[in-house]
């Protein structure tokens, strides 16, 4: 938390992630990589503090918080990973047209005013990716979705993908309250119905497996490290990465 709200995050000139802020244009990499750092640390630090600072354990939230912490931690490291610089820029402005696109369609349901045209905005960022060597057809290409996103951040790190692909689908399971995983993840007590003893139905109380928020919150904490490391290792001069 001390390092997201610091300037110790500066991107030196002549660093390689320095030259992906150029060649991304106004949508800078380094950008992008510090928003998905710091909204997952924003989530992480709230469940630190609902656990411990309150000591509360809800059944449901603190998933919601970690896979929120997952998706954009992974996100960082996603934009961050790759070794050559045109798929750094390919994967960050292929996100910053997809988020340019869900900012329209709330524009247009709202009927906010018409600032830059979507289109417009568009064709300069598919004209940036070329301008790098992206090449044309992933230039206009969509951003692949969280799965495939999680996936791979997690194939950067130790954990790799399946068991990161794994807790994501499991928080984001209990997020939207699908039963395979608020059956099939949280502790299960059965609570007799005392005003009517002989009834069939089966009422259940839910809670939270530390064991699960553990190893969720592990997994996260492990693509955050990965995330600064990369982070730095980019934005420094003369780094092994250029």
């Not at 802020?21 to 709230?46: E, F, K, P, Q």
Request: net charge neutral.
């Amino acid at each position: 938390m001390a390092r997201t709200e610091s300037k110790s995050s500066e991107v030196q000139a002549g660093s390689s992630l320095a030259s992906d802020d150029a060649a991304t244009a106004r949508w800078h990499l380094s950008h992008a990589a510090l928003s998905g750092l710091s909204h997952g640390i924003d989530h992480l630090h709230c469940f630190r503090n609902l656990v411990l600072g309150a000591r509360v354990l809800h059944p449901y939230a603190p998933f919601s918080l970690l896979r929120s912490a997952v998706e954009n931690l992974a996100t960082a490291v996603w934009l961050l990973a790759p070794e050559e610089g045109v798929d750094r820029v390919q994967r960050r402005l292929q996100l910053a047209r997809a988020d340019a696109a869900r900012g329209e369609e709330v524009r247009q349901m709202v009927g906010a005013p018409v600032g830059r045209p979507l289109e417009t905005r568009l064709e300069e960022m598919a004209s940036a990716a070329i301008a790098a060597g992206v090449p044309r057809d992933s230039a206009y290409g969509k951003a692949p979705g969280f799965e495939r996103i999680v996936r791979e951040a997690g194939e950067a790190t130790r954990l790799k993908g399946d068991t990161l692909v794994m807790v994501w689908k499991t928080c984001s399971g209990i997020t939207h309250g699908q039963l395979w995983a608020s059956f099939g993840v949280l502790t299960r007590e059965m609570v007799p119905d005392l005003d009517d003893p002989e009834s069939e139905s089966v009422h259940l109380k839910l809670s939270a497996p530390e064991s699960t928020l553990q190893l969720a919150t592990e997994c996260a904490v492990v693509v955050g490290k990965e995330a600064w490391r990369l982070f730095d290792n980019r934005r420094l001069k003369f780094t092994t990465h250029q």
